[in-house]
């Protein structure tokens, strides 16, 4: 059964940036609709992003709108999650997953399944 597989996690300063990406863990060209989701430690998971590639639509939580970028590398079937400056409250574990339904995004973690491991991101000085 596919599952998708995050890297790209890390230490950073605040005001740094970090890449992380999003990639079937078998080879795939389904545009899969991602969701990109954290959770803080004693927190609960956070939806943040999610793209559909069928149409381009993104949406943004506020918390990361204006500083996360979401989009698809075609090339790679991989969703792609930019986020410049950072900040010590983005620190928690990233996960992405895909939506239940076809052409929907949304960021609630009770839509999506086929959940990833996740990739530790840290801000720290």
């Known amino acids: 059964q596919l599952q998708l597989v995050e890297s790209g996690g890390g230490l950073v300063q605040p005001g740094g940036s970090l890449r992380l990406s999003c990639a079937p863990s078998e080879f795939t060209w389904d545009p899969y609709d991602i969701g990109w989701f954290r959770q803080a430690p004693g927190k609960e998971r956070e939806g943040i992003s999610c793209?559909?590639?069928?149409?381009?639509?993104?949406y943004y939580a506020p918390s990361v709108k204006g500083r996360f970028t979401i989009s698809r590398d075609n090339a790679n079937n991989t969703v792609l999650l930019q986020m410049d400056s950072l900040e010590p409250g983005d620190t928690a574990i990233y996960y992405c997953?895909?939506?239940?339904?076809?052409?929907?995004?949304?960021?609630?973690?009770?839509?999506?399944?086929?959940w990833g491991q996740g990739t530790q991101v840290t801000v720290s000085s």
């Open positions: 997953a895909v939506h239940k339904h076809r052409g929907r995004c949304s960021l609630h973690p009770i839509d999506y399944f086929r």
């Open positions: 793209i559909i590639p069928s149409t381009g639509n993104t």
